[in-house]
């Protein structure tokens, strides 16, 4: 069986998605058991100079939806960047979710060598790269990072998380086909 771009690319982008929603949960706890509004959260950072709690969201739940749209030959969907709270980033992440639960296979592998945009940075324009090469050069490392810099902001404030919390989403299929076989 062939491992395909839509093999290397969905599955993790799903389970990085269910990830941020795990940290939404842990967080409303955190909140709930400190007896703040959770709304606070969403301008938590790392350090002053980077960006807040909501914007990681927004940052990985964009990448996740340019991925699969750069890859499948469409204009990826431009989705808002206000947030009133956490009920809204669970709100955007299922979007998300649904989104990229409905990426084609046949087209991901069709374009797996046609030409994408990539976008170099505010003002610097923009190059043209491969899909397959978008999605391992540019789009997952950046996905991934959100979501860890996402992660590290809430156990930096003291929420109560593990590395479990971050990594069950990415296990699950493979210790439930586990489980299956005994």
Not at 89 to 110: N, Q, Y
């Amino acid at each position: 069986m062939t491992y395909t771009l839509h093999d290397a690319t969905v599955p993790l982008l799903l389970a990085g998605l269910n990830t941020l929603l795990n940290l939404l949960t842990k967080a409303e706890a955190h909140a709930a058991e400190k007896s703040f509004d959770a709304a606070q959260v969403l301008g938590w950072k790392l350090a002053e100079d980077m960006l807040p709690f909501a914007v990681q969201y927004f940052i990985a739940t964009d990448s996740a939806l340019k991925i699969v749209a750069r890859v499948q030959g469409t204009e990826p969907e431009v989705l808002g960047k206000e947030f009133a709270g956490l009920a809204d980033l669970r709100e955007r992440v299922e979007h998300a979710i649904s989104r990229v639960k409905a990426a084609d296979p046949a087209t991901f592998e069709a374009r797996t060598d046609a030409l994408v945009p990539l976008g170099l940075g505010f003002g610097k324009g923009e190059m043209q790269i491969r899909a397959r090469d978008y999605v391992v050069a540019y789009g997952m490392p950046n996905f991934f990072f959100h979501v860890q810099t996402a992660y590290s902001i809430l156990r930096a404030k003291g929420v109560q998380l593990g590395k479990a919390d971050y990594l069950d989403p990415f296990m699950a299929p493979f210790v439930k086909a586990s489980q299956e076989k005994q």
